[in-house]
Nanobody, 124 residues
Framework: QVQLVESGGGLVQAGGSLRLSCAAS????????MAWFRQAPGKEREREFV?????????RTADSVKGRFAISRDNAKKMVYLQMNSLKREDAAVYYC????????????????WGQGTQVTVSP
């Protein structure tokens, strides 16, 4: 079992940067695929895929954030990061860290473990 805790959210001006962190606890972190999803205001039923990194370090990012966001992991520290640059108003959301075993996917329903989320607000 894996417990996930996100941090690093906050208020940032458009064009600015934030780095989100996800701390994991539990065994076998190295073998988990880790991902970031986000849920925008007014879209409580929709968790949008942002980025994923598999146990081998392979990554994939959503087209909407490609070139601006980057996911990384530190297996020794059991941490996953989301570096967000050139933030836009439409990036404002609650960002969630999620974990699953085996292959990397972009479908939130396939992820077994979730953190509580961290709020990102982008001002004009």
């Amino acid at each position: 079992q894996v417990q996930l805790v996100e941090s690093g959210g906050g208020l940032v001006q458009a064009g600015g940067s934030l780095r989100l962190s996800c701390a994991a606890s539990g065994d076998a972190f190295n073998f988990y695929t880790m991902a970031w999803f986000r849920q925008a205001p007014g879209k409580e039923r929709e968790r949008e895929f942002v980025a994923v990194i598999d146990y081998g370090g392979g990554t994939r990012t959503a087209d909407s954030v490609k070139g601006r966001f980057a996911i990384s992991r530190d297996n020794a520290k059991k941490m996953v990061y989301l570096q967000m640059n050139s933030l836009k108003r439409e990036d404002a959301a609650v960002y969630y860290c999620a974990a699953k075993v085996l292959t990397a996917t972009t479908t939130p329903n396939e992820y077994l473990y979730w953190g509580q989320g961290t709020q990102v607000t982008v001002s004009p």
